[in-house]
C-alpha cells in the first residue's frame, strides 16, 4: 500500500490529507502518480500542477522523479510558511 | 542554552498571532510530523554553523492558536550581541519561507491559506543561503 499525504491547499483540493492506497496499475513513479490523482479531480489536479508544490518520499525531499514500488509515503506539501 | 559561560549576548524573538482588528479569530497551524523537526533541525544548525552560536532554541507550536497566543520562540546564545542578533534574525526569516507549516487563518469572513508573501522571500534572500 501506498499512503499519500496532502498539506496546505492539497489537502482542501482533495478533501482529506491521507490516503492509502495499493499502487495504480501502470503508476511507477511519483510524476506518474501526480497525474493519476488528478485523472477525476479537476480541482486536486490544478492544485498538483503548481511549479511551487513539494513532494517527498518517505520524508526526504525530491527535486526529481523518484521511482515508487508500492509501499512509500508519498507526501504532496502546498507552499509553506512558519513563523 | 545560556549555561554557557562564555555567552555574553543572548537574543530571544516570540511570534504571535495577529488578530488583524477582529478579522482573525482562529490561526490552525499544520504540520508534518518527522520531516518538519527535521526541517527546522536544519535551519537551526545552519544558524549556529554561521554565526558560531555557543547555543540556540527553536520551538514552534501547531494545532489552532488564538490571537495574541505565541506561535514560536527563538532563541541564540553568542559571545557577542551582534552574532545573536542575528542569529535570531535569520532563524526567523529562515522558519518563514522554509519550516514545513501550513497556516490557515479563519475568521466571520471566512478561511483562507496563509503562504509565505514576497516580502518574506526577499527577508530570506538577504542571508543568501540555502540549507
Known sequence: MITILFFGRLSEAANTGRRTIPLPPGVADTAALRGWLGRDEPALAAALAEPAMGIAVNGALSRTNVILTGNEEVAFMAPVSGG | MADHESAGAIASFVGAVRGESGEVTLLDLSHYPGFTERAVAAIGEAARVRFALLGYRVVHRFGPLRPAEPILFVGAAAPHRRAALDAVAYLMDGLKTDAPFWKREH?????????????DHADRARWEESW
Do not use: F, Y
Not at chain 2, 469572513?109 to 516580502?119: F, K, L, M, Q, V
Open chain 2, 107 to 119: 475568521g466571520p469572513a471566512g478561511s483562507r491559506w496563509i503562504e509565505a508573501r514576497d516580502t
